[in-house]
């Protein structure tokens, strides 16, 4: 999911920018209608743009005409024309404000799309590709990558585009009003596209680092504050602190640059401008004395080339946007194009309701190559057994279930339940209908009910309160200061452990699963809340079959069955009381 940042310069930045434009091309179908219309309205304001200057040529030429002030009309006409200009600047403003709303909520329209399939995508990513990710960069691409993309193609990019619609418009009516003129004005656009080319090269390569800087200063704050509690505890503010200044400080210095370069770009086409006025207004100050055009034609001409310049400063003023926003949207599609590994077969068919049987036939899975998490599991878990899963910390206990769960796909062998490859059945028919219960539950920061209801979509107020019920968290939920529509903190934190974890097992209960997780439920927990917690989960698991896991025989609860599990192998089970002291004593495991 690493980005591998923008390319060199804006012309070698077109094939990025069609990546980006295949990406959203869907979404721009979808807002066809505002774009057309925002178009017509560019079209028209570059129309009244060209009028506008007329009226001043008339005026220009009539005054400066021999006898003009004892001409009976002179007043008429000089009011008529005022008039026109009026006329011109106020339909040209209106097309304007159409232009910029109907382009600006288009983008915004896209861009609001692009994130949702974005945070949609990310979701989708297997647990082995989060785990080569980091949290911050990509919280990073979702909102300051999208949000830059967003601004600048409404700020930057299609003002860009009307731009250049005006540029080719005038140019053209400058070359009929005056080709010689013409060609002195637009001598100096080679010069300023060979200047901009390689300036704007220095500033998308800053803006390639900046980005990364700030990937990382958002990977640590994100590490920095979920973890607050040890980092206070350990004192570790002063060190965190400067891990994040130094990436600030080399942010901050790639940030300087870029503004630096694009300034100098800007002042440098500031100076080509003037350069090209000073000898349109030379040239053609003489061919009026000589007769060649009218005063009025050359002030329409400078007109038409103050507006057609305008780009060119845009070009130069927007550079260091363009190319950073080219930066964020390479890092978007980086992240778009990378293929969630988990995914349903095209053959995969929607499960039945399960009766819970599990085997595990000869599998291997692995987080990396070099070091297999599973090698050459074989198991099977009759339907409604409950079955004990021990070993250390890292023998590959946690990497069985999320088999289980299809979070990852083995290496090789295959995870049947009642007969069924799991690969064969769509993952939302299997996920479905197996439930978990984690060591740190997981709650989000909503409504208690909603916390409980996220156990199965659709469920009343009613299941959720005899979920509740069952897990033991009615009467506490009851007493919170709204009741169960209270808001809990994020993840839980206005709550105690216990509390947690009875909000989690109502959840799991909601799903009415035939296959039930524990993984280490009830890990953490004072005495009297565990007995709480423990009561819950007998009548969650009660006729389902249950995966205990566990790093002891002592915490794994009543069971009918044990595997000890060691360096990704099966190496002793049993009936718990049929475990050998000399297996407990190998996998590190305490007898009850």
């Known amino acids: 999911m690493s980005s591998n940042g923008p390319p060199a310069d804006l012309r070698t930045a077109i094939p990025g920018l069609r990546r980006i434009h295949r990406r959203v091309r869907p979404h721009l179908r979808a807002e066809r209608a505002l774009i057309t219309g925002g178009f017509a309205a560019l079209f028209a304001e570059v129309a009244f743009r060209l009028l506008e200057p007329w009226p001043l040529k008339v005026v220009v030429d009539a005054v400066v005409a021999p006898g003009a002030a004892d001409r009976p009309d002179i007043d008429r006409l000089l009011i008529l024309s005022g008039l026109a200009v009026v006329v011109a600047v106020a339909l040209r403003a209106l097309m304007a404000y159409v232009t910029t709303v109907t382009f600006a909520l288009a983008g915004n329209r896209i861009l609001t799309k692009v994130r949702g399939e974005l945070f949609e995508h990310v979701q989708r990513l297997s647990i082995v590709q989060h785990g080569r990710a980091r949290i911050g960069d990509l919280v990073t691409r979702l909102t300051g990558d999208v949000g830059r993309l967003q601004e600048v193609a409404v700020t930057a990019a299609l003002p860009l585009v009307g731009n250049v619609v005006t540029l080719v418009a005038m140019t053209l009516v400058m070359a009929w009003i005056d080709l010689g003129l013409a060609l002195i004005a637009v001598a100096v656009f080679p ?5 901009s080319r390689r300036r704007a090269e220095r500033i998308t390569s800053v803006s ?16 920095t504050l979920g973890a607050v509690r040890v980092v206070q505890a350990y004192s570790l503010e002063g060190r965190l602190s400067g891990r994040f200044g130094l990436s600030n400080a080399k942010s901050l210095r790639d940030g300087v640059r870029a503004r630096r370069l694009a300034a100098g770009l ?3 086409t500031d100076l080509m401008v003037g350069v090209a006025t000073a000898s349109v207004l030379v040239v053609g100050a003489r061919r009026v004395l000589g007769g060649a055009m009218s005063p009025g034609d050359l002030v329409v001409f400078l007109t038409y080339l103050k507006s057609a310049f305008k780009p060119m400063r845009d070009l130069a003023k927007y550079t260091g946007r363009i190319a950073r926003a080219s930066a964020s949207g390479e890092r978007i599609i980086d992240l778009l194009d990378t293929a969630p590994e988990i995914v349903d077969t095209s053959w995969a068919r929607p499960a039945h309701r399960f009766h819970g049987e599990v085997r595990f036939e000869g599998v291997r899975a692995a987080y990396n190559e070099d070091r297999p998490a599973l090698d050459g599991i074989d198991l099977t878990v009759r339907a409604g057994e409950r079955i004990g899963v021990v070993g250390t910390s890292g023998s590959g206990k946690s990497t069985l279930v999320s088999l289980l769960l299809r979070l990852q796909d ?3 062998g295959t995870v049947r339940v009642d007969g069924h490859d799991l690969r064969d059945l769509t993952l939302e028919s299997v996920r479905s209908q197996i439930a978990i219960v984690l060591q740190e ?6 409504s208690a009910r909603e916390n409980i209801a996220y156990g199965r979509a659709g469920a009343t107020d009613e299941e959720v309160e005899a979920a509740a019920r069952l897990a033991n968290a009615h009467e506490f939920i009851e007493q919170l200061p709204e009741g169960y529509e209270t808001v809990l903190g994020e993840r839980g934190a206005t709550l105690s452990g216990g509390q947690r974890q009875r909000i989690a097992v109502a959840r799991a209960a909601l799903r009415d699963a035939r296959i039930v997780v524990l993984d280490e439920a009830t890990a953490g927990l004072d005495e009297a809340n565990a007995r709480e917690v423990v009561a819950a989960l007998d009548r969650l698991i009660d006729g389902r079959t249950t995966f205990v896991i566990a790093h002891d025989l002592a915490t ?25 002291g000399r297996t407990l004593e190998v996998s590190g495991a305490h007898p009850a």
């Not at 010069?191 to 200047?195: A, M, S």
């Not at 390639?208 to 990977?219: F, I, T, Y």
């Open 266 to 268: 800007e002042r440098r």
């Open 191 to 195: 010069v300023f596209f060979l200047t």
């Open 410 to 412: 083995p290496v090789s």
């Open 556 to 580: 794994a609860g009543r069971l009918d069955r044990v595997i000890v599990i060691e360096h990704g192998r099966v190496v002793d089970e049993g009936r718990p009381d049929e475990l050998t």
């Open 208 to 223: 390639r680092d900046q980005r990364k800087r700030e990937g990382e200063m958002a990977a640590i704050a994100v590490e």
């Open 441 to 446: 539950s997981v709650l989000f920061a909503t």
